[in-house]
């Protein structure tokens, strides 16, 4: 009898760029309408969507097999579960997201010392306390159920531990950033029961093999082009590559046709000097998998 994998989604707000991750990796999952349990076209897995806050219990426990969560709320909930892979992929950025101490804007406090005493709201309490514990400063956490950052303005707290991106919102209410608590990324984590399964585990690390070459592949993009015999070496010598250019002999030509992958953010200056080394008709085409 064949095993499923019991594999969990994150719903909330990484749900559409996990399942949009998960589509540029070869598996397309489809919510149906307030199911909990997506389809999915692999018949080896069974999905499960799960708050991102929960998936770390839920995989130590068995419930689910593997899952996608962040490093924050394994730390939050001390869950003894396998990390597969770090997967750096969010709603907003490619970038690890923080989880940071802020207080109001025309503040004293400026330490995490100038803190004792004082009333803390965070959605992340238990990691919270040991963090503020370890370092010998009394705090009172109080769990926030959300619009953490109102909660200064209307004097519930004297300072908030949020998790952010860009600052944006922490600027929008007059906040200011003393001091960061944690970095935290989305991870794929399994059961340790079920890793030491062999069908299980083979299966998990196919997903991490995939989900990786797909968030490797964001960053890139594959460029060809033609090149004259004579330019060959001004156009090579502008170009990086994971490797080396590959590089083949237009038929009946002393023209050569070059192909290489580069960083997209470093594209967009690269194509002038190309044009201006010798380089034509170059195509820039968007990569799947980098592997």
Known sequence: MRKLLKLGIPKGSLQDATISLFRRSGWKINVNG????????????ECALCRAQEMSINVESGVIDAGLTGKDWIAEHGSDVHVVSDLIYSKVSARPARWVLAVAGDSTMNRLEDLEGKTISTEMVQFTKRYFKERNINVNVKFSWGATEAKIVSGL??????????????????????????????????????????????????????????LVADRLVGIKMNVPESKMGSVIALLPSLNGPTVAPLYQSDWFAIETIVDTNVVRDLIPELIRAGAEGIIEYPLNKVI
């Open 157 to 214: 707290a004297d300072a908030i531990v949020e998790i952010t991106e860009t600052e944006s919102t922490i600027r929008a209410h007059n906040l200011k950033v003393i001091h960061e608590i944690m970095q935290t990324n989305t991870q794929l984590i399994a059961n340790k029961t079920a890793w030491q399964d062999p069908a299980k585990r083979k299966k998990i690390e196919q997903i991490a093999l995939l989900l990786q070459s797909a």
């Open 34 to 45: 307030r199911s909990y349990f997506p389809d999915i076209n692999d018949d080896d897995i």
